[in-house]
């Protein structure tokens, strides 16, 4: 546990495995951005949370499981946009799905699968809404992006922006919920906002300047597809060739990482969305 001030009123934990952990904490309460991945991390992350104040809100930036399960330990209501809340009750992860992920990535948990609940988030928004903790608010803006529910949030008083998968600062998270001209306009977007720090879905919190990195390392991987749709290969041969790094969902020294077929699964779909998206816009890789 190292959760690190960033700035007056905000707090963030970056060393859990799956996304970052926010705590913003106003007069009138504290809010946060996403929750932890591992059921350990979300018990652990409760009690930190709880000793800024009381939780009014939690924000997931999208519905991916490293950014919503552990919306369940968390005090306060959820909030998304409501394509968030729909691909939750849509394609909520199954208990056989999540069974084979605490398995490798946090064991103890499977015995608590009995009691556990996808928690959906309960207060959702179309276009933007503004969270108010006092002397702080947060402003949410729907940004269809890393997902076609993603958000932004940010914090005007502090001139803090929270990307979600948007933007990371570790690597490129996955490209299979995207439309990559969302992708990239999602960027353009958090660009656009006037802020001095940048906690991305992943990674350390940093800058502006990782935003130019994170879209460069975008181009990359749409140019290496382009080159294969060029070169006529079908989507098959460029869903077997094509990776990209990926230090999102591999492990380090540091936690235990997703089961490989997961991370194959990521690359490969993450490759098939980009080939599908290129050969309609094929200018997006230029
Ligand atoms: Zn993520």
Not at 25 to 52: E, I, M, S
Request: with cysteine.
């Amino acid at each position: 546990m190292s959760v690190t001030q960033v700035s007056p009123h905000v707090h963030v934990e970056t060393a859990y495995l799956g996304s970052n952990n926010s705590i913003i904490v106003g007069t009138d309460g504290v809010a946060l951005v996403d929750t932890p991945h591992k059921p350990a991390d979300a018990q652990a992350w409760r009690r930190v949370v709880d000793g800024f104040g009381t939780t009014r809100f939690v924000v997931n930036t999208d519905h991916h499981p490293d950014h919503t399960i552990g919306n369940f330990w968390m005090g306060g209501e959820v909030v998304s946009h409501r394509g968030t809340r729909d691909r939750l009750l849509r394609d909520a992860p199954t208990e056989e799905y999540l069974r084979d992920l605490f398995e490798v990535i946090d064991p103890d948990a499977v015995d608590l699968l009995p009691s556990y609940s996808v928690r959906v988030p309960e207060v959702v928004f179309q276009d933007r809404l503004d969270l108010h903790l006092g002397d702080v608010h947060l402003e949410l803006r729907f940004q269809p992006g890393h997902t076609a529910n993603s958000l932004l949030a940010y914090l005007p008083q502090d001139g803090v922006i929270f990307t979600g998968d948007i933007v990371c600062e570790s690597s490129l998270p996955s490209f299979q919920d995207c439309r990559l001209w969302d992708w990239f306009d999602a960027i353009d977007a958090v660009e656009s906002y006037d802020f001095d720090v940048l906690v991305p879905g992943h990674g350390e919190v940093t800058d502006r300047s990782a935003v130019e990195r994170y879209r460069q390392w975008g181009r990359d991987v749409a140019g290496e597809v382009a080159a294969a749709i060029d070169a006529g290969q079908t989507l098959e041969q460029a869903c077997d060739e094509i990776r990209f790094e990926d230090l999102i969902h591999v492990g380090n020294e540091d936690y235990t990482g997703y089961p490989d077929p997961l991370i194959e699964m990521f690359q490969r779909n993450s490759i098939a969305r980009i080939y599908h998206d290129l050969s309609e816009r094929p200018e997006l890789a230029r």
